[in-house]
């Protein structure tokens, strides 16, 4: 089973607005990244959270942990159809090795 | 520097043919993960090595071998190729509890 699961599976929204993805997972974890991937290509990495860390900014980007709830949210401001791509969590749990376990994905389209 | 390269970018196999990926990394990281992805899926690990010449099962191993004779190498081989093995492959590369760096997969259709 997936540690990370994605929710919506499926988000559509217009250039300029606000994009919120969450994430939950279910043991205890070390940290927990966000990637995002084109169509056809590889990951690229946007954000890793600590388990001690509540939130994180990187330009655009603000990502919230709520370890209480095991839950995790990725939010994307001011979205530019360049945006458009598919967006994973993936979960570093405690005492798996360093092994990283992906959710399913948010398939994020961002109309011009 | 490269990064994470991944070789070959596309391969055809028939049934019951024998292939093996190759990934580099030059960021001398002491953790390399080969992952599959299929259509419409987020990755799932097929195995995982912490070091030279140590390599371990991730989720989903059967049919697949690996070997990390050096450490900025890890090679994914494929015995007998089977359809259910059509998918995207990526390598990736890390630190302890750090990023994971990815390649640019690798697609493999088997016939």
């Known amino acids: 089973s997936q540690q990370g699961e994605e929710d919506p599976q499926a988000l559509s929204i217009q250039e300029g607005e606000n994009a919120t993805m969450n994430c939950s997972y279910k043991?205890?974890?070390?940290?927990l990244q966000w990637y995002r991937q084109n169509s056809g290509r590889g990951l690229v990495h946007l954000i890793l959270?600590?388990?001690?860390?509540r939130e994180k900014h990187s330009g655009r980007l603000r990502v919230t942990l709520d370890t209480s709830k095991k839950s995790s949210s990725l939010l994307i401001t001011a979205s530019r159809a360049a945006d458009t791509a598919s967006y994973f969590c993936?979960?570093?749990?405690?005492?798996?090795?360093?092994?990283?376990?992906f959710g399913g994905g948010t398939r994020l389209m961002v109309k011009p | 520097n490269a990064g994470v390269t991944q070789t070959p970018k596309f391969r055809v196999l028939k049934t019951g043919q024998s292939m093996t990926l190759l990934c580099a990394q030059d960021?001398?990281?002491?953790?390399m993960y080969w992952y599959r992805q299929d259509p419409g899926m987020g990755l799932r690990l097929i195995h995982y090595?912490?070091?030279?010449?140590?390599?371990a099962k991730g989720e989903v191993p059967d049919g697949y071998n690996v070997s990390r004779l050096k450490k900025q190498n890890f090679l994914l081989g494929l015995e007998s190729a089977a359809p259910s093995q059509t998918s995207v492959y990526f390598c990736?590369?890390?630190?302890?509890?750090?990023?994971?760096?990815f390649g640019p997969g690798t697609r493999l259709l088997v016939l």
């Open positions: 990736a590369s890390s630190s302890l509890q750090e990023t994971q760096y």
């Open positions: 043991t205890s974890i070390n940290n």
């Open positions: 959270i600590r388990s001690n860390e």
């Open positions: 993936a979960t570093d749990a405690r005492n798996a090795g360093n092994m990283l376990t």
């Open positions: 960021m001398n990281h002491e953790y």
């Open positions: 090595s912490v070091g030279e010449g140590t390599t």
